[in-house]
């Protein structure tokens, strides 16, 4: 899914800071926002994955202006409402009768939460199969977008890098995401050339990036 979420190698949003020192949480109620996150894929039925489609979701404005903890709160309150287990707008209403506004409480809605089956502990599982891609193997990124979720980034779609790892089996999180099953793949490390994804200019660098079996085709 393209969106404002997919943010990595575009140009004209400066270089990322990184403060050595930086706490877990600044304020109290970023702790308290994780902990929500956290337990809204459980209380809605869904999985990280859904969250992660959640976030995906927000409007582009919100995603930037909330932070990243803010992300999580709208997230949340997206999975809960989806799922049945707060009606559209309990939310703000609850916020504007704590600043003291006489509005009504939206009525519950009986919806069907998602299902999703576990496989297995986390998402690693066992194949049969052997990887269709080799340590040391060419290969190329789809270039073709899709409108759901996705772990493949833009910036190396239909790009051409050599594989340097092949890690263990997990669900693919395009499938997890919608409930439309597992269908487990081999995961490999991908490493590519800064000058391939960014062009001649790029300051040289290499970038590594794992991806799922279905993301790649041989390009030798």
């Not at 996150?37 to 409007?59: C, I, P, Q, V």
């Not at 809960?80 to 519950?108: C, F, I, M, N, Y």
């Not at 576990?118 to 066992?126: F, M, Q």
């Not at 790009?159 to 995961?187: C, M």
Request: one cysteine or more.
């Amino acid at each position: 899914m393209d969106g404002i979420h997919d943010m990595g190698g575009k140009h004209g949003w400066g270089s990322v800071t990184i403060d050595p020192d930086e706490p877990v949480f600044r304020t109290r109620w970023q702790g308290r926002a994780f902990a929500l996150g956290a337990m809204s894929m459980g209380l809605s039925g869904t999985n990280l994955d859904a969250f992660r489609h959640g976030l995906e979701r927000l409007h582009p404005t919100e995603y930037l202006n909330d932070g990243y903890y803010g992300r999580w709160m709208k997230c949340a309150e997206l999975l809960l409402v989806d799922s049945g287990v707060l009606p559209p707008g309990a939310v703000e209403a609850r916020a504007r009768q704590l600043r003291g506004e006489d509005v009504p409480t939206p009525e519950p809605v009986t919806e069907k939460k998602p299902s999703y089956e576990r496989g297995g502990s986390g998402s690693l599982r066992e194949l049969d199969s052997e990887p269709a891609f080799a340590v040391g193997q060419q290969v190329t990124t789809s270039s073709i977008g899709k409108s759901g979720h996705t772990r493949l980034p833009s910036y190396v779609r239909g790009r051409r890098g050599v594989v340097i790892a092949h890690r263990p089996p997990a669900v693919l999180p395009d499938a997890t995401a919608h409930f439309t099953g597992e269908d487990p793949q081999h995961v490999y490390t991908v490493e590519y050339e800064s000058t391939e994804l960014w062009g001649p200019d790029a300051e040289p660098a290499t970038v590594r990036i794992d991806h799922f079996e279905s993301y790649m085709e041989d390009a030798s």
